[in-house]
């Protein structure tokens, strides 16, 4: 049995005659136990897998009637046969085309193949991207193009906080006209005006708003992106230029965008998408006025603007706030130096950047913070801000919805946006709701999770009070990293302890802030946003005594655990705290912290 004989091409190196060896098989027939040999040749080429010893020795079995049991053996003989065959053929084919050729040709003729075949399939992973560009970004904000970075991320923000402006008045514009539609309806209902008109009429108002945010969220989305690409690609040009020693681009200022209101308040489908149909972008729209924003040569005289900028902030912001500070020294046997700040204020609003405007106070008191941001950024000093939330993993209501409004008044370049990080969070956690039922021992809990039924809001909350979730942000003025601590309506009550969940998910809170370089944290000292008729002067004691011997033994627990770093902790009141009831919670500050007194030399 012969098998045909073709010639096997090679990139490069001609044609190869596949070898042919003869095998002989011995066989004995089991009627007349005489053995039988015959010879059988087989091809065996240079390329391994093109002969398959298992058809061969099926036709082998079928032709001369060999008994069933011995095709295993008559298999493993070729199969071997064939192996030992291909690597002899392939070793003497290779010694005579190194013998016929030079050994430096062929060697570069296989470098290059593997070279090519390499790039073609070969992929940058997005995560070295990210980490390129926070070592960039580290590197830059250390050089002299700190300032214009920083007047290119102000202006960015500048223009989306105007596009969200223009938002916030054509919703409560639209929001207007439909109640006085509305109002009109109901004052002719049962006259001129049927309930049917009402309901339509209501649904077509419902419609129109959807249709208004959908257009202004599409017009935001699409502005974010790309501001984020455009400032990613001017870093890397600066980085590289900077590193090759050319001079260095204008960056791309981006003129104040002017969104055309059409005489009806919902806008055309096609205004979102209109900016991407430019023939240029923001950035080469108005390439440009760059070169008087190097004012500052040296990050060290922008640290220097930071410290004459304090004085403006302060006299801005002591008009509308009351604030004290503290130095105190916890520990048993090795003390370490803290800062405590006292201050009233709404947590979420000191997250927002100082309004731009025309006056150079507010100017460089906005760059001040954005200077703060960037220096800490990518460094052991980050700052955190503890909200207090519901049990619900989104932001539609109360603190969440205002913190998601501060957070998209500018672009995040660092970090995902924060609807999105909430999206990643609602996916690991149930993930983990579901490994958690299928580890429990409970045959109701396994039967359950295996019959792919998923806990609902109705069966199981999605978080307990307690429990919290971190989202990273590089936009806001107060803090790197947002906790989010989930409270129930416990905490207006005076049942609140030290063992109650919100406590307990406090001292994690402190716990995971100081094993992760984070330096200044600013809590909620009354865990309640404003103050209530509820909420007398006694209320306000207590619950101000209860959490500040609790944070004091929390830092006091970590410090002992090996942290020995300086933190600032921000304690904030609400805003329409008066000011008698300041100074008694300033004062129970000084007692519970044992702040030392200065001591005075006659």
């Not at 298999?75 to 070793?91: G, I, K, M, P, S």
């Amino acid at each position: 049995m012969d098998l045909d004989d073709e010639e096997v091409p090679v990139e490069g190196l001609g044609s190869l005659r596949p070898d042919t060896s003869a095998v002989t098989l011995t066989l004995q027939s089991c009627d007349t136990g005489l053995a039988e040999p015959f010879d059988l040749t087989v091809p065996i080429p240079l390329f391994y897998g093109t002969v398959d010893p298992a058809r061969i020795a099926t036709k082998l079995v079928d032709k001369h009637n060999v008994p069933v049991y011995l095709y295993p053996s008559t298999e493993a003989l070729l199969t071997a046969c064939v192996d030992r065959r291909w690597q002899d053929c392939r070793d003497n084919y290779f010694d005579a085309a190194l013998e016929s050729s030079g050994r430096q040709d062929n060697a570069n003729a296989w470098a290059e193949f593997f070279t090519k075949g390499h790039a073609d399939y070969s992929t940058t992973p997005s995560q070295s991207a990210e980490r390129d560009f926070a070592h960039i970004y580290q590197t830059l904000i250390h050089t002299n193009h700190l300032t214009t970075l920083l007047q290119l991320e102000q202006q960015y923000a500048s223009n989306v906080s105007e596009i969200v402006a223009q938002r916030d008045r054509a919703l409560a514009k639209q929001q207007q006209k439909q109640m006085r539609q509305m109002d009109q309806a109901v004052q002719g209902l049962g006259t001129t005006v049927t309930d049917q008109h009402v309901n339509q009429l209501a649904i077509k108002h419902t419609e129109r708003l959807q249709v208004l945010e959908a257009n202004f969220a599409s017009e935001l989305e699409h502005v974010k992106e790309m501001q984020r690409k455009e400032y990613r690609q001017y870093l890397f040009q600066l980085f590289e230029e900077e590193q090759s020693g050319t001079p260095v681009s204008p960056a791309p200022m981006p003129s104040s965008p002017k969104r055309e209101q059409p005489s009806d308040p919902v806008p055309a489908a096609g205004d979102a998408a209109r900016g991407a149909d430019d023939s240029q972008s923001w950035g080469a729209k108005a390439v440009r006025r760059l070169t008087g924003l190097r004012s500052l040569s040296s990050s060290k005289q922008q640290l220097d603007l930071a410290a004459t900028t304090k004085g403006d902030e302060l006299s801005l912001s002591d008009a509308q706030r009351l604030e004290e500070s503290f130095t105190v020294y916890l520990g048993t046997q090795r003390k370490t130096m803290h800062n405590i700040r006292l201050l009233t204020g709404d947590t979420v609003e000191l997250c927002l950047h100082a309004a731009a405007s025309q006056d150079s106070a507010a100017a460089y008191q906005q760059q001040a913070q954005r200077l703060l941001s960037a220096n800490y950024l990518y460094s052991q000093r980050l700052s955190a801000v503890v909200l207090l939330v519901d049990n619900r993993l989104n932001s539609y209501s109360g603190v969440k919805r205002e913190f998601a409004h501060v957070c998209e008044q500018s672009s995040d370049f660092h970090f995902s946006a924060f609807d999105e990080q909430l999206v990643g969070l609602q996916k690991t956690l149930t993930r983990a709701i579901e490994e958690a039922h299928l580890q429990q021992d409970n045959p109701e809990s396994r039967r359950r999770a295996w019959s792919g039924r998923q806990p609902t809001e109705s069966t199981q909350p999605d978080l307990t009070t307690g429990d919290f979730y971190v989202t990273k942000h590089s936009n806001l003025a107060l803090a790197h990293v947002a906790f989010h601590l989930v409270v129930d309506n416990e905490v207006t009550k005076d049942s609140l302890n030290a063992r109650h969940p919100t406590m307990i998910g406090m001292r994690n809170v402190i716990r995971c802030a100081f094993k992760n370089s984070i330096r200044s944290i600013t809590i909620p000292l009354l865990l309640v946003s404003e103050l209530t008729e509820d909420m007398s002067s006694r209320w306000c004691i207590r619950r101000a005594e209860l959490v500040l011997k609790c944070i004091k033994g929390f830092v006091m627990e970590n410090s002992s655990w090996g942290e020995t770093d300086s933190h600032e902790i921000q304690f904030v009141l609400p805003k329409d705290t008066p000011r008698p009831l300041f100074e008694q919670i300033s004062g129970l500050l000084t007692t519970v912290f044992r702040v030392s007194g200065s001591v005075l030399l006659r």
